[in-house]
């Protein structure tokens, strides 16, 4: 955790980092799912899959049929911002025409306030962002990304200032770029939970797998 400073004109400092506001920093990074409140299906798997990010990553597996492969992290509490940033590899992954759930963030009442899926595009695949805007989930926007890479993905979120406003924001971005975005929601939710993995009435695909990468969760 230490972090190393060197200036020409005043030496060498060490010093580490207070990370305040991150809410999830570890997860399955350590090839251990502790820290995540629950694990389902037999689509779950921590693997080492090779990328040079990191030694572990989130493996999901769709076996054709209709399982959940989830894990759910608790430790967002009622936020009214959140950002959760990772590497995503579909690789090459069959949907047989079907758009699956890769993640979502939740209320404490287990209410969708944003979604991201994935779906085919010929030999590519589309990613797109959804989010919760007067009592409804919509879509913002989508992207396409490659088959077998692993792309850096961020999804941004927040509430808006009040009921009616309008102002509430969600964005999703490949590496530092937008690619969808909304910056008119009118959402007053609160943030309770993120889940990674297939909900119930996902799979039933030709199967396959994807891989999921160096997940971090801020506010």
Known sequence: GAVLISDINRGLFIVRPRLESAIFADGFESGDLSAWSRVRGPG????????????????????????????????????????ASFLLRPSGI?????????????????????????????????????????????????????????VPLRVEWRQASAAGANDGVARLFRKR???????????????????????AGSAGTNGGSYLVDEFRLAN
């Open 94 to 150: 069959d949907l047989a025409g079907r758009e699956i759930e890769i993640l979502r963030f939740l209320t404490p009442r287990k209410e969708t306030v944003v979604s991201v899926t994935l779906a085919e595009r010929g030999n590519k695949y589309r990613v797109t962002l959804s989010a919760e805007s007067g009592g409804e989930l919509r879509e913002i926007g989508a992207m396409v990304i490659p088959s077998r890479r692993a």
């Open 177 to 199: 770029r937008v690619k969808a975005e909304s910056v008119t929601l009118d959402t007053t939710a609160v943030l309770d939970a993120v889940r990674l993995g297939l909900p």
């Open 44 to 83: 779950v798997a921590v693997t080492s899959p090779g990328l040079k990010q990191s030694d572990f990553a989130l493996a999901v597996t769709v076996d054709g049929t209709d399982t959940v492969s989830e894990v759910i992290a608790l430790q967002p509490a009622r936020e009214t911002r959140l950002r």
